[in-house]
């Protein structure tokens, strides 16, 4: 009797991306053609697209079986999409890739032989080199990957992508966390397990633009300090003891000067900016605590990460309807 072929569920999240879909859907088709070792399938999620995205993934969706999609009620954001995805897939292997081929879809043979063959769990994907992308990013990237690997006990790889080939027991682990404020990088390392990393060069996407302003990127790792470390909590206490010390050592000051006889007091200057400054520490401290409470907050709404309107199955309802 033959052996049942184990399953590759690709999970690709896309947000107007109907020009790049088609370039996509063929290459990861032609790799697929060639793992005849796997099936496959592909879960698009198409995460409030504006433009025609939806109706592309309808199309292919109805000439391929292979094809699987989970349409959003709005923009629910990357993070929301992957897991929608995770939870929709039913293979024993799981890859999620980017719609804009920047995630190589022909490096899946090699990560599929690492889980099948060298015992690693999950294969996860960094890039080489930032090239292309503007200097100001990458310098804001190269620092906010310096604090977090300070703050946080996980460690964060830089230039790591979400492309990766897992698991099934990874994707249950990660699924196991239905945290609302998602860091899905941080999440990947969280739960651990034996992880085998690829670099590859920076590929520019094959069509339509970026979905990440800088604006946008500086809230995602904001989203990731407080995911993943509570260190920012603890430097209003750090400030006041500073400041606790730093007035100590005045009043020390003061008392001596007055003793010798010199005058105590040296002008309404620098009063004024002591009080701005150790006003602005304790709003920036207050500040620090507010997001942290904000997020808190949202945790315990425990909303849903997104809402479908369609998947692939109304749609065959529909035809069958028909
Ligand atoms: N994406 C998404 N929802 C969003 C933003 C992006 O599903 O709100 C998808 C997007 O369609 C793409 C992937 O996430 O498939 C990565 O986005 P993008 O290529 O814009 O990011 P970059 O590669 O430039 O970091
Ligand atoms: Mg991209």
């Keep these: 009797m033959a052996e049942t072929k184990k399953l590759i569920s690709a999970i690709v999240p896309c947000y107007n991306e109907e020009e790049a879909i088609p370039f996509f859907y063929d290459e990861v088709t032609r790799v697929a053609a ?7 399938e592909f879960i698009f999620i198409d995460d409030g697209s504006s433009d025609g995205t939806l109706a592309v993934l309808r199309g292919y ?41 920047q995630d190589p879809p022909s490096l899946l043979p090699e990560m599929l032989g690492y889980l099948e063959n060298d015992g690693y769990d999950s294969v996860s994907t960094r890039r080489r080199t930032r090239k292309g992308e503007p200097p100001i990013r990458s310098l804001f990237a190269h620092i906010f990957y310096g604090i977090i690997n300070k703050i946080s006990k996980v ?11 897992m698991k099934r027991k990874v994707v249950d682990a990660i699924l196991s966390m239905p945290e609302y404020n998602r860091f899905t990088k941080g999440i990947f390392n969280w739960v651990g397990f034996k992880v085998k990393w690829l670099s590859y060069d920076n590929i520019q ?12 990127l500086f809230k995602y790792s904001i989203e990731c300090i407080v995911a993943f470390s509570t260190a920012p909590l603890a430097l209003a206490s750090f400030f006041g003891f500073l400041f606790c010390f730093a007035a100590l050592v005045g009043i020390i000051v003061i008392v001596v000067r007055h003793f010798v006889g010199a005058a105590a007091a040296f002008g309404w200057a620098s009063t004024l900016c002591i009080v701005l400054f150790v006003g602005g520490v304790q709003l920036f401290c207050t500040g620090i605590l507010g997001t942290y409470l904000s997020k808190t907050y949202l945790e315990t709404k425990s909303r849903p990460l997104y809402i479908a309107a369609e998947t692939e199955k109304d749609l065959e309802e529909k035809e069958q309807a028909k």
Excluded: C, H
């Design 155 to 165: 460690k964060m790889t830089p230039g790591a992508r979400d492309f990766s080939l």
């Design 205 to 216: 996407r094959v069509a339509g633009k970026t979905k990440w302003s800088f604006w946008k």
């Design 34 to 40: 060639q793992m005849t070792e796997v099936d496959f």
């Design 61 to 101: 969706a109805q000439k391929d079986k292979r094809v699987r999609y989970v349409s959003f009620s709005r923009n629910f954001g990357k993070e929301s999409a992957m897991y929608a995805g995770l939870e929709a897939a039913k293979g024993d292997y799981v890859a999620i890739m980017d719609a804009d081929l």
